[in-house]
């Protein structure tokens, strides 16, 4: 619930006053009267008009308090759906030695993951997922629409986790793998390396 003009609030001060003056009305026109006893007065019925003395005034501010809030005109929020069509995605992320290559800072590895972790940012929608390869591959994170987990997962990434070498063949083939129950319509495999094929992108 929103309003459009909830300055118009600041009209509630208003039945404030009039809370005020009607309390301090009645306590000045209250009077008192000495008893020998009360005991004459104990069962006595409280007439009607006894519980109804204020309904008059609460109907009053009842309405004043209703009149401020349609100037202020609340809105009601229609919820929005909002449906979108993402894509699989697998990034392959070479970790073999040569990506200590320090050409770039502070070195070709933390570059990728760096430029990887980015590009995760900007995808909302879709469902990405890591493989990392040297001499073999594994999947390190299946595809997710979570990409704080994703992001996490790249922490770990380190040279030396497998053995060492350049199996971009191998690499590809566990990204293409990790897609093969996907039912995107798009499905993209990212590869990231320092081999004679960087940049490569391959679609499904």
Request: net charge positive.
């Amino acid at each position: 619930m929103t309003f459009a003009h909830p300055t118009y609030f600041w009209l509630f001060i208003i039945p404030a006053v009039m809370i005020f003056w009607y309390i301090f009305k009645k306590s000045k026109s209250q009077v008192s009267l000495r008893y020998s006893s009360l005991k004459i007065f104990e069962n006595q019925k409280k007439p009607l008009k006894y519980y109804l003395r204020h309904l008059l005034f609460l109907i009053r501010l009842a309405i004043i308090s209703l009149l401020i809030i349609i100037l202020a005109r609340p809105q009601a929020q229609k919820p929005e759906e909002k449906i979108t069509q993402g894509i699989d995605i697998v990034i392959a992320l070479d970790i073999s030695g040569s990506m200590l290559a320090q050409d770039f800072k502070p070195n070709r590895l933390e570059a990728s993951k760096n430029i990887a972790i980015e590009f995760v940012n900007k995808q909302e929608y879709d469902r990405i997922g890591l493989v990392v390869f040297a001499g073999e591959a594994f999947t390190q994170c299946p595809v997710t629409i979570d990409h704080k987990v994703l992001i996490n997962m790249f922490s770990g990434v380190k040279q030396g986790l497998i053995e060492d070498g350049t199996a971009i063949g191998h690499g590809l083939a566990t990204a293409v793998n990790a897609l093969k129950d996907s039912n995107s319509k798009s499905k993209i495999v990212i590869l990231l390396t320092d081999g004679e094929n960087m940049p490569e992108i391959l679609t499904l």
